[in-house]
């Protein structure tokens, strides 16, 4: 407790410090406003900071934004005596608690990211694994030291060499290739979201190709938690862009064994929420396909899980869930599987209107489907979901506004339940524990 109160004491002394302390004027970047740490001089002969100028640029700018002028040239000629004159200021007020100032590195150019590329192709073709490794590893290196660096590997077409790198040693074997496969995820996982979901067709063809498929499923099985990690990620990317992944994945029986233990058995919170996104991609498929996945999840028992996982998860992994339960109500098992559980109407009622938006439209669309397709458990349905409060949240949720689709839902619903309210005591708060116990 001492100790405890002592660091607590030193960090408000330490803030307390830095806050008299002033900065020069000529160490701030006029961005920003912060003092800079890789200071970088523009051809109108301003410095700023290299990532405020940066995201200046980037946003489509190109003027300089002190003196407005057009720029010239939009080469960034780092500062060095500034640089140095700011560490060694740093080091002089490191009393005040003020960190110290390192280095920066030299950003990687594009031509030194296409020459790697290139070697990297041509490695690949001669499925020389131990260069392959090596050169991976290169461009890790440098995607680990900024995002700028990240943003120019990406920008020189590395995910599509990445791509294909993966699907050829996935395709010659799992086994021998591991070591270079589980670089190529890795590197591939920081890549994804620089892309935004806009991955070119040549990547999205390798890597919804069956061999590379079946290769993350395999390192889904048998891999490293990191692995399996970056794994689930890449599958939820990959089936996120086109729906012939999500058919090319489906035909692999084991997946849906392997993501129905993620969820069973969670290993980490995002495994989990990817492994949710991913069935719902699945089940969401508008082809038979889905069909298929819908009814070998049911059977699995994925219906009863997705209530237990709502009950007890974070918000996101929850809206997730629900989102999953609600596409297995479009089948038919699964629609018997929700009515023969007694968490079903207790759960969906009250996660409306406390989790998210989206949560609330699936939980309302999961229980419109529940009274709507299931003629002999109408009555049943309806009658409970009063007596736990739905008819309150509904006429509460068309008051707060939602979507159209949602809205519709809801109003049929109050239709429905209006003959049903007469007589019943309805609760507004539901014991989940007595009830998981009861059932």
């Not at 498929?213 to 990191?226: A, E, P, T």
């Amino acid at each position: 407790m001492v100790f405890s109160w002592r660091r607590k004491k030193a960090a408000r002394e330490k803030l307390f410090k830095v806050q008299e302390l002033v900065i020069p004027n000529q160490f701030l970047c006029p961005i920003s406003l912060d003092l800079m740490k890789d200071p970088v001089t523009l051809s109108s002969g301003i410095t700023y900071d290299r990532e405020s100028i940066e995201t200046w640029l980037e946003g489509g700018n190109f003027t300089c934004p002190v003196t407005n002028q057009v720029l010239r040239s939009f080469d960034q000629i780092p500062n060095h005596s500034l640089r140095k004159m700011i560490q060694d200021w740093g080091v002089a007020n490191r009393n005040y608690g003020v960190d110290r100032i390192p280095t920066p590195r030299v950003p990687v150019l594009g031509a030194q990211v296409s020459e790697v590329l290139f070697s990297l192709e041509d490695s690949t073709k001669r499925l020389n694994g131990a260069g392959c490794l090596e050169l991976v590893q290169k461009i890790k290196k440098w995607g680990n030291e900024s995002e700028r660096n990240r943003r120019c590997i990406v920008a020189n077409g590395a995910i599509s060499v990445f791509a294909a790198a993966f699907d050829s040693f996935a395709r010659d074997s799992f086994e021998r290739n591991a070591n270079v496969l589980e670089e190529i995820l890795s590197a591939m996982n920081w890549m994804f979201p620089i892309f935004q979901h806009s991955l070119d067709a040549e990547a999205r063809a390798h890597l919804g190709s069956q061999d590379s498929l079946r290769c993350l499923v395999w390192f889904l099985k048998s891999g490293d938690l990191s692995v399996k990690q970056d794994s689930m990620i890449a599958l939820r990317e990959i089936v996120s862009l086109d729906q012939k992944q999500v058919e090319a994945l489906a035909a692999i029986e084991e997946v849906y064994e392997v993501l129905f233990r993620f969820i069973k058995d969670p290993v980490c919170p995002a495994i989990t929420k990817a492994s949710l996104m991913v069935i719902f991609y699945l089940v969401s498929s508008p082809s038979s396909t889905s069909i298929k996945t819908r009814s070998a999840l049911v059977e699995m028992g994925l219906v009863s899980l997705l209530l237990e996982v709502t009950i007890d998860s974070e918000r996101s992994t929850s809206e997730r869930a629900l989102g999953v339960f609600d596409r297995l109500c479009d089948c038919e098992e699964g629609r018997e599987e929700a009515y023969r559980n007694a968490l079903t109407c207790p759960v969906l009622v009250k996660k409306i209107l406390r989790v998210s938006e989206l949560a609330t439209q699936s939980s309302v669309s999961a229980i419109w489907k529940l009274s709507k397709y299931g003629k002999k458990h109408e009555e049943n349905v309806l009658v409970e979901a009063l007596q736990v409060g739905l008819f309150q949240k509904l006429v509460l949720l068309l008051q707060l506004g939602c979507g159209d689709e949602t809205k519709e839902k809801t109003t049929e619903l109050l239709k429905l339940m209006s003959p049903y309210r007469d007589g019943l005591e309805c609760i507004d708060s539901v014991d989940f524990k007595n009830l998981k116990r009861s059932f």
